[in-house]
């Protein structure tokens, strides 16, 4: 072979069985290793860089406001972007993210599930597209072998920014400096089933509770 092959493959295309390829194994003619595969949601997708967006008066004062947020995190406190739709709130998101990134902080964006479309990720991805691998997705489209890996990279640090539905409130991000909830007076963001909560009142109750991460919501005009 020139080139390593799951084993799995190697028995569909030819003629060998396990015990064959055990054989080959131990007479050093094979070798079988153990290998991590990463099922992610976006592997086969080309996300293409953007630079940030020119950002008019209102804009700048917010991500101002924002950003002197982020450094004096002993002072924790929810911030409300108030806008209609299209009206440049997520430019104001992302490059409050880059703030918190620089500052060697991590970011939560949670999205009504309705909105989290293929567009919203590209868009994320897209801006953060030197350190892709830093953004996990997480949603309940994702299959459980994905969320696993999803949740697993999260956990273990390689992930700085999740994007996700209502239960990304809870994702296991460490030294989290800011958490977005847009759209935050959708009603999907309520969970009515056992457990009960409210992904924006979470977001509140976390950031507090951890006197250094920033809650971000837009509301509508």
């Avoid at 700048?60 to 409300?80: C, F, G, H, Y």
């Avoid at 998101?93 to 009504?112: E, F, H, K, M, N």
């Amino acid at each position: 072979l020139e080139r390593p092959m799951r084993a799995a493959q190697l028995l569909r295309q030819t003629s060998l069985d396990n015990q064959t390829l055990r054989a080959l194994v131990k007479r050093g003619l094979a070798e079988l290793r153990e290998e991590a595969v990463v099922r992610d949601p976006h592997a086969d997708e080309q996300f293409i860089a953007t630079s940030n967006l020119l950002l008019n008066e209102e804009q700048t004062r917010a991500l101002k406001e924002i950003t002197q947020a982020l450094d004096s995190p002993e002072n924790a406190r929810p911030i409300l972007i108030h806008g209609v739709t299209g009206s440049g709130k997520t430019e104001i998101y992302l490059q409050a993210i880059r703030s918190a990134l620089d500052r060697g902080r991590t970011a939560i964006v949670l999205v009504p599930e309705i909105s989290l479309t293929p567009q919203t990720v590209e868009r994320f991805k897209g801006r953060f597209a030197e350190t892709q691998d830093t953004v996990a997705v997480l949603h309940s489209h994702l299959s459980e072998g994905e969320r696993h890996d999803e949740w697993h990279k999260i956990h273990s640090g390689r992930a700085r920014i999740v994007i996700g539905a209502r239960s990304a409130v809870f994702a296991p991000l460490k030294n989290v400096g800011l958490i977005v909830v847009d759209e935050e007076h959708e009603t999907t963001y309520k969970q009515e089933e056992a457990p009960r909560y409210h992904a924006r009142d979470v977001a509140v109750v976390r950031a507090l509770s951890q006197r250094c991460n920033r809650k971000v919501s837009s509301g509508y005009a």
